[in-house]
């Protein structure tokens, strides 16, 4: 059965101070790992894929890499705005755009 | 160009009642998926339509069901409601073709409240 384990489950940073978050998963092939924010009350927001161990993604002050057992992303510098949930996902390799199986999430706080 | 759209945005049934959400896919997008969020945690992944078919489903009972229409929208219905239904219901939508065609952008959601 595919499992997507996150940690921490929450994490509290000041303004500036720079972390990571961890997403390990098992599954039975992967077709691709997936990233997204989600602010309380609202739906995911799309953040990164990655497809193969090795590969690493940016966008603003988020990175996000991959190996083959787990996934971090690693928020630099970060601001009160970039408080959320932020979610982790995996996609089993298959045909077609198949159901994601996710992780709890990481809620982050941001203090100023 | 709108992205996905669900409605309605909050729904209040009691016990044994029945519902039905709608989802209305970006543009371009021709694969919907339906996940349920409980409070506190990641969503879970009910079923998935592509060409008004079902082609993949999750580990959710048969009072889950759903349809999609040729303009590739789709409806969600629960029947004989229970207390546990009570979530953060999401429609998720992927690409034709393309690159990015595993990737799914996720609606608003719509709030049930079965009471």
């Known amino acids: 059965e595919d499992q997507v384990t996150q940690s921490p489950e929450a994490l509290r940073l000041q303004e500036g101070e720079s972390s990571s978050l961890n997403c390990s998963y098992t599954?039975?092939?992967?077709?691709?790992l997936f990233w997204y924010r989600q602010d309380p009350g609202k739906g995911p927001e799309f953040l990164f894929t990655l497809y193969s161990a090795g590969e690493e993604k940016e966008k603003e002050r988020l990175k996000a890499t991959l190996t083959k057992k787990e996934s971090f992303l690693h928020i630099t510098a970060p601001k009160p705005e970039d408080s959320a949930t932020y979610l982790c996902a995996v996609q089993k390799a298959g045909g077609g755009a198949d159901g994601l199986t996710f992780g709890k999430g990481t809620h982050l706080i941001i203090q100023p | 160009d709108a992205g996905v759209t669900q409605s309605p945005t909050h729904l209040i049934k009691t016990r044994g009642q029945q519902v039905t959400l709608r989802c209305s896919p970006k543009?371009?997008?021709?694969?919907v998926s339906w996940y349920q969020q409980a409070l506190g945690q990641g969503p879970q992944f009910i079923f998935q339509y592509y060409e008004e078919e079902e082609r993949q489903r999750g580990n959710f009972p048969d009072r889950f069901s759903g349809h999609q229409f040729p303009n590739y929208s789709s409806e969600l219905n629960v029947n004989a409601l229970l207390l546990g239904d009570s979530a953060l219901y999401l429609c998720?939508?992927?690409?034709?073709?393309?690159?990015?065609?595993?990737?799914?952008?996720f609606g608003p959601g719509t709030r049930l409240t079965v009471l």
């Open positions: 543009s371009g997008h021709d694969t």
């Open positions: 599954v039975s092939g992967l077709r691709g």
């Open positions: 998720a939508s992927s690409p034709l073709e393309g690159s990015s065609y595993n990737e799914q952008f």
